[in-house]
């Protein structure tokens, strides 16, 4: 089993600092956010929560609309970001899985919290449909 890309490291290390400022703790989330920037990039998210590992084709499946191209964008772009690990085993065919990193899967409980946010919505909120 080889990995690719071997340049992809985990995120720095070191110890989370709250933010000086408000402008800085905005700037910091925003960053956060562009990690999960594109229209495919949450679903995949989802699809290996809990420790799941997924081969390409799986994800095809199980995201109807997304084309080839745009999944292994979205994908390069995961683990380029540290989010995402790809593992290419030397078979004929190539299988190729993919699975959260550690820091990626930390992300969960925020998504979560999130979600859980955004379900509490109440009705009566602008954009609310």
């Known amino acids: 089993?080889?990995?690719a890309h071997e340049e992809v490291g985990d995120p720095p290390a070191?110890?989370?600092e709250?933010?000086?400022?408000?402008?800085?703790?905005?700037e910091r989330v925003e960053e956060a956010l562009k990690l999960m920037e594109g229209r495919w990039k949450l679903v995949i998210l989802f699809q290996l929560f809990g420790g799941r590992v997924v081969r390409f084709s799986e994800f095809e499946r199980a995201i109807p609309g997304i084309s080839q191209k745009m999944l292994a964008q979205q994908l390069r772009q995961l683990e380029r970001d540290g989010l995402v690990?790809?593992?290419?085993?030397?078979?004929?065919p190539p299988r190729v899985e993919y699975r959260?990193?550690?820091w990626g899967q930390s992300l969960c409980p925020a998504l979560e919290?999130?979600?859980r946010w955004a379900a509490e919505q109440p009705v009566s909120a602008p954009g609310r449909v």
């Open 1 to 3: 089993m080889t990995r």
């Open 14 to 16: 070191g110890k989370y």
């Open 18 to 26: 709250a933010p000086p400022t408000p402008e800085a703790a905005a």
């Open 85 to 92: 690990t790809r593992t290419v085993y030397a078979e004929v």
């Open 100 to 102: 959260l990193t550690p």
């Open 113 to 115: 919290g999130l979600l």
